[in-house]
């Protein structure tokens, strides 16, 4: 269902002395905001895979958070907290005069939906977790799985590099490609909006919140656990995980019980990216989940 589409409106916001571009697709009168991951990612693989809501009748809109894409890009980097990213995603919110919201979160997107929502309650209509956690230390038990499955002598190849700081070094890079290319998207050839965003990664906010990969979590989001948090999140929420994502299923299975009004969506023959490498277990599931929020 996916397709590129030129935005109706480019609006820029205040973000204090700073601002940040949204992006609105269609006119309907529900709207679906999108928060996509990174941290440091433009927008752009996630406002591709989802401009096409408009079809159904939805209002769509996405924005390049602080440090991304067409927004500021300033180097301070006590600005990248998943608090000051909250009330962005608040201030857009309102700047935009959206009402409730549909809001979907994608990957470190969905981590700062999950803490929006416990901010933000009375703003949203529903929750949409894609391909997300909502318990750090957990998930750092599961990659280590993911990484084992490359045998021992990698692990061990890849810790020596992880203690000496040498990420760059071509044989760590050869094993996080090939984690990339079986847990964050198992598609052959990348599609034109994913290999845009990571084109134009601003890693200030990545390594400072996240890492220096998607499979080592070193940063100030690394303790970061909501699940005892998540009965308070009481609107419709919908999770879906590609059954080979990086942010595992089992991860997807711990918000699922924390959650009171929940469903879940395993994507079959899917990584991180499942709107890409499976359209057809993607899209169906997230509008009827939406369909019967609305009705």
């Keep these: 269902m996916w397709r590129e589409i030129e935005p109706q409106e480019r609006r820029e916001v205040s973000i204090g ?32 895979a989802h401009s096409c809501l408009i079809d159904q009748g939805y209002r769509v ?13 300033p180097t301070d980097p006590s600005l990248w907290t998943i608090e000051r990213y909250v009330e962005e995603t608040e201030t857009v919110r309102t700047a935009l005069g959206l009402g409730k919201v549909h809001l979907l979160g994608h990957s470190w997107g969905g981590w700062l939906a999950i803490d929006y929502a416990l901010t933000y309650p009375e703003a949203l209509k529903s929750l949409i977790l894609a391909d997300t956690v909502a318990d750090m230390p ?44 079986r847990h964050v998207c198992r598609l052959p050839e990348w599609p034109a ?17 996240q890492g220096p990969n998607e499979f080592l979590y070193i940063g100030n989001l690394k303790d970061w656990n909501r699940i005892p948090d998540l009965p308070r999140i009481t609107v419709p929420t919908f999770i879906v995980v590609g059954e080979r994502d990086e942010l595992t299923p089992a991860c997807a299975m711990k918000m699922k019980h924390a959650l009171p009004d929940v469903r879940l969506n395993v994507v079959a023959n899917a990584s991180h990216m499942p709107f890409y490498e499976n359209p057809a277990g993607y899209y169906p ?11």
Excluded at 196 to 209: F, K
Excluded at 285 to 295: E, K, N, Q, T
Aim: charged letters at 20%; one cysteine or more; aromatic letters at 8%.
């Design 17 to 48: 002395e700073h601002r940040v571009v949204a992006y609105s697709f269609g006119a309907g009168e529900e709207t679906v905001l999108l928060l996509n991951g990174g941290p440091g990612l433009p927008c752009d693989y996630l406002r591709e």
């Design 193 to 209: 909006p994913v290999l845009r965003s990571l084109s134009d990664w601003n890693m200030g906010p990545y390594m400072t919140m």
């Design 138 to 181: 957990h998930l750092v038990s599961e990659l280590e799985k993911l990484r084992a499955a490359l045998g021992p002598e990698t692990v061990a190849m890849m810790q020596k590099h992880e203690a000496a700081g040498t990420f760059d070094h071509p044989e760590y890079q050869a094993a996080i490609t090939i984690l990339n290319y």
């Design 285 to 295: 599931p997230l509008l009827d989940f939406l369909a019967s929020v609305s009705r």
């Design 61 to 73: 809109v996405a924005f390049d958070q602080l440090g991304t894409g067409a927004a500021d890009r």
